[in-house]
Each structure stands twice: as C-alpha cells, then as structure tokens.
C-alpha cells in the first residue's frame, strides 16, 4: 500500500479502535455495504461482550441495515441473516437528512417555495366565537 493509500486508510478510522479491534476483537459478519462487525473475544466478567462496527466509508449510524442494528444493540443474540429479508421488506436506504436526496415538502424554498392553495375547507379558529 502506498503512502497516500495508508494515510487514508488510517484516516477514516482513530488508531485506537483499528488496535483495539485487531487485539481484542472477533470478527462476525460484515453487511451487503461493506461495513464490518465484531464482537469482543473476552467478555469482562458480568458484563456482556462489546459489540462494534467498522464502517466501509463514511462514519454514519444510519448505514447500520435493520438485521445488523438489532445484533449491535443486543435485541438478538446472533446477527439476523441478510438472505431471511421478507419480500415486502424495502432494501436499506440511509439517512439522508442534510443532504440532496432528503425529503422536500410542496413549498419547500428548494423546490420553489410555492405551495397549492388552501382547498376552501379549512375555518380559521377565533377567540371567543
């Protein structure tokens, strides 16, 4: 690996969890993104094993899919199996608050700022009528 290639290797993650993660860590499974997660090799006495992901690109909660949220969060005791997804279920889509792909009502100032007008059913509320 070149210079430019390790630097940002390593830049996408503190060097504190990459050495935590290679000397304490169990890989268990990674997702259809990429993104890697493990568990840790000796559980601290009473308490449960740490459980953890290793994003494949940008640092973002909302890229953890729904099967692997409930594993990180102890709700199951094994990773749900990506291949159990029931027809109706939509594929993993992130948060995308923030950016261009986020949702814009009618009347939103990006979209134009104009919205429909009132359709004549609505009665303005006055005080003491």
Partial sequence: MDRAGWVAYISRMDIGTRLF???RGR???S?????????????????PARRWVLYAGEVDASQVPAEWHAWLHYTTDEPIPMASRKFWQKPHMPN????????R???????????????????SWTPGS
Avoid: I
């Fill in 21 to 23: 993660t290679y000397f």
């Fill in 27 to 29: 890989p268990v499974g």
């Fill in 31 to 47: 997702d259809p993104a990429g993104n890697r997660y493990f568990e840790e090799k000796r559980a601290r006495p009473g308490l």
């Fill in 96 to 103: 995308l608050t923030g950016t261009p792909g986020s949702y």
């Fill in 105 to 123: 009502p009618p009347g939103h100032d990006y979209r134009g700022g104009h919205r429909a007008p009132a359709t004549g059913d609505y009665e």
